[in-house]
């Protein structure tokens, strides 16, 4: 339940167990917060001069980190706002401890004008305490065929520029792109599925899918886009970003391209890390993702590849899709499905069904310290001194249902759909001010 | 899949309510559908007359894909058990007027059906329609998903001629993989303990099938075989060209006389239909008595369906047997 924001008084967190990748903190402590920024992090119980009429609230042990940065949420607004709006998401990714996104391109229309940056921007500011940046398209309407206005776009505020859903598959087109874009330091993010190997698929390829008579996307799908874009990005020194790999070999691809020294980066939903194609059981569409969720090979690998620091980033891939999408059979139902409400949980919870060991530093920074770095988000993803105070608090232990009936999202589309996990927020902070309380 | 079990109804080795699926069924359920389709087979104009077991019974046959002979098939079944018979075609259905599958399977539902027999283009559909509704359902095709009276047929075709399955060397070959024929043969043979091989073009056989090896070329793929499954070109589920031309298939992958010669002397050639003379099969071998089960396959698929619908009128809910 979320209490009513706080005035921005004074507060003192304490007795927690601080994680700040940034600084390398990880121990018990105190957190002070004045005036809206951090004041002080000290690895006291209690911070020295304690002032009166700081609200004082004490973490009882409980992990204590930057609030969660997720650079893959779809929000609605414009045009598609009756699946998720800047209200819902704002509510919901507060909730879940995410503090800042990263929106994608793919509303109606497109954001491929400064105009449609300018309105994400104000429409977030005017709604949500949520920090909201947005990517826009590199082609214009997404169609992959005319470049966008990478600069007066970047001017505008746009952090980074990807065609969204669907990967820019003329290379010719996206290099050109590319080259162009260096000028401004543009950041180029691409899914990494080949739309001409990926069509018609519904699923990984493989025994599963052979077994349930459904059209399957092979690997090579990913890496032979992803191999082919960090050449281009080699050829032309094009920051580059390739959101949510789903394979063992994109993995080994990543971390040749970083051993080369290319300025390249990868994000990875959490839905990958905890979860592998078995879970679509019986053609189960919120379970349908894109790219698609393969093999526990390849879920292990993921998890070992966000454990070396080879992945740099998780995100939810938050997709709301109308349920009507969604309750037909497999082949025709959309991709995607819901993830802001189980982010921190899948990443952070102990205990949980799957099993991952990444270090709680390096989770901890996957989350927070690394997209912000990687999107050049100023003053996020830390808790330095006269840095804004964005923060949660959160139990990794709390157990909790999966309750739709409970749900913020507007959208049902969880593949934990009556579940029981281990880890809830209990506090989140922006600015300084308390916007989410678990009472 | 065959979903949860009925109440307790007798010492019954059939105890699912659907019948979606031949993957989870044990070879004890499997060989009792055969026999009992067996027992129809053998029956004589007395026999048949007598009985009607499904009189005041309603079968729905409901397709949104086209089909003449399973279609037709089940039709002949039922109303020879004395059912009140009602097909729905897809064109001219709420279907084509936009409406969602479960939305049909509710409004279907609230006639109060006994049986349901479905056909559907998407692998998975007719399980999820039987989710929905509260009478029986048989699936008569989903997508490339399963085909499972079909497989029935197949098999017991092919125990009335040989006396066995087990043991026998099977091949199917052609587009396995657009095929609800072939994954249902694959698991309903394997499971009586056949030894299979599919052959074909590489780029239609599966990914990965355990135990199973795949053979690209005919002759080797169908050498000393007892039994020959010829698939058709699965186009309506094809999005592109796996093959370059029909004649290349034919001249690669087609079974004539020649190719034939590879097969164990007394091998017997089936097909699910409809076949594609000239295509996948010569039109001698199509019209040869001595080797081909084609039409036997036809016949043996009403009882087959006569079998399943009976069952299914039989071990109804509100009949309680000790």
């Known amino acids: 339940m979320s209490g009513a924001p706080r005035s921005r008084s004074d507060v003192v967190f304490v007795n927690a167990h601080i994680v700040d990748p940034a600084s390398d903190f990880n121990a018990m402590g105190s957190v002070y917060i004045r005036d809206g920024t951090i004041a002080g992090v000290a690895a006291t119980p209690e911070p020295d001069g304690f002032p009166d009429g700081a609200r004082r609230i004490d973490c009882d042990g409980n992990l204590l980190l930057p609030g969660a940065v997720d650079t893959q949420v779809f929000v609605g607004e414009p045009g598609l706002g009756h699946l998720e709006s800047f209200a819902d998401v704002g509510a919901t990714a507060l909730a879940s401890g995410v503090t800042t996104i990263v929106t994608g391109p793919n509303t109606d229309p497109v954001i491929d004008n400064g105009t449609l940056v300018d309105y994400i921007t104000r429409r977030a500011r005017d709604t949500t305490p949520l920090r909201v940046h947005t990517m826009?398209?590199?082609?214009?309407?997404?169609?992959?065929?005319?470049?966008s206005e990478i600069g007066l776009l970047a001017e505008a505020g746009a952090i980074a520029f990807s065609d969204g859903e669907q990967a820019l598959g003329d290379a010719a087109i996206l290099h050109r792109i590319m080259k162009y874009s260096t000028a401004f330091s543009a950041l180029i993010v691409q899914p990494p599925l080949d739309p001409h190997l990926s069509r018609g698929g519904v699923m990984n390829s493989g025994a599963v899918a052979t077994r349930l008579g459904l059209a399957g996307i092979p690997a090579f799908a990913e890496t032979i886009l992803l191999a082919r874009d960090l050449r281009l990005a080699a050829a032309t020194g094009a920051r580059y970003h390739s959101a949510g790999i789903a394979s063992r070999e994109a993995v080994e691809l990543i971390a040749q391209a970083k051993a080369e020294g290319l300025p390249v980066s990868c994000s990875v939903s959490a839905h990958h890390l905890t979860l592998n194609e078995e879970a679509i059981g019986n053609y189960r569409t919120f379970l349908k993702l894109s790219p698609p969720l393969r093999s526990e090979e390849d879920r292990q690998a993921l998890v070992a590849g966000v454990a070396s620091g080879v992945i740099d980033c998780i995100m939810s891939d938050h997709c709301p899709r109308d349920p009507e999408t969604k309750r037909v059979p497999f082949e025709e139902a959309a991709f995607g499905a819901i993830g802001l409400e189980t982010l921190l949980a899948q990443v952070l919870g102990r205990d949980n069904p799957w099993c991952h060991d990444i270090p709680l530093c390096r989770a901890v920074d996957a989350l927070t310290q690394r997209p912000a770095d990687i999107f050049a988000l100023p003053n996020t993803g830390r808790l330095a001194v006269g840095v804004r105070a964005d923060l949660v608090v959160f139990d990794p232990h709390q157990r909790w249902s999966v309750d739709l009936a409970l749900w913020r999202s507007r959208t049902k589309n969880t593949p934990f759909e009556g579940h029981e996990l281990n880890g809830q927020v209990c506090y989140t902070m922006v600015g300084g001010t308390i916007v989410y309380e678990r009472i | 899949m065959n979903s949860s079990a009925l109440p307790n109804t007798a010492p019954m080795i059939w105890c699912r309510r659907h019948l979606l699926g031949i993957e989870g069924l044990s070879a004890q359920e499997i060989t009792y559908l055969l026999d009992r389709a067996e027992r129809w087979l053998d029956?004589?104009?007395?026999?048949?007359?007598?009985?009607?077991?499904?009189?005041?019974?309603?079968?729905l046959n409901f397709f949104f894909e086209e089909s003449t002979r399973t279609r037709t098939s089940f039709e002949f079944a039922a109303k020879r058990l004395g059912a009140y018979v009602i097909s729905a075609a897809q064109l001219g259905s709420s279907i084509a007027k936009g409406e969602t599958l479960i939305d049909t399977a509710t409004t279907?539902?609230?006639?109060?059906?006994?049986?349901?027999?479905?056909?559907?283009?998407?692998?998975?559909?007719?399980?999820?329609?039987?989710?929905?509704?509260?009478?029986?359902?048989?699936?008569?095709?989903?997508?490339?998903?399963?085909?499972?009276?079909?497989?029935?047929?197949?098999?017991?075709?092919?125990r009335r001629r040989k006396g066995r399955i087990a043991g026998l060397k099977i091949a199917i070959c052609g587009d396995v993989v657009h095929s609800r024929v072939a994954r249902s043969n694959i698991h309903l043979l394997h499971t009586l303990g056949a030894k299979l091989r599919l052959v074909g073009p590489a780029s239609l056989l599966p990914a990965a099938m355990d135990d199973i090896c795949c053979y690209y070329n005919m002759a080797e793929g169908i050498r000393d075989c007892d039994i020959i499954i010829m698939l058709r070109l699965q186009h309506e589920r094809m999005r592109a060209a796996y093959v370059p031309s029909l004649r290349e298939y034919f001249h690669f992958f087609g079974l004539d006389r020649k190719v034939l010669a590879h097969a164990h002397p007394d091998v017997l050639v089936m097909h699910p239909g409809p076949v594609n003379r000239g295509v996948e099969i010569d039109s001698v071998i199509v019209d040869d008595p001595e080797c081909s089960l084609i039409h036997q396959q036809v016949e043996t698929g009403v009882a087959v369906r006569m079998a399943v619908l009976d069952l299914f009128g039989d071990t109804d809910d509100a009949v309680v047997t000790l």
């Open chain 2, 43 to 59: 029956s004589s104009q007395e026999f048949l007359a007598a009985g009607r077991p499904l009189l005041g019974r309603t079968v």
């Open chain 2, 108 to 158: 279907l539902n609230a006639m109060h059906p006994d049986i349901l027999v479905v056909r559907h283009p998407c692998s998975g559909a007719v399980g999820l329609l039987a989710e929905k509704v509260s009478c029986r359902v048989i699936n008569a095709g989903d997508g490339r998903h399963e085909h499972p009276t079909q497989a029935l047929l197949d098999a017991l075709t092919i």
């Open chain 1, 136 to 147: 826009a398209t590199l082609t214009r309407g997404a169609k992959g065929q005319k470049m």
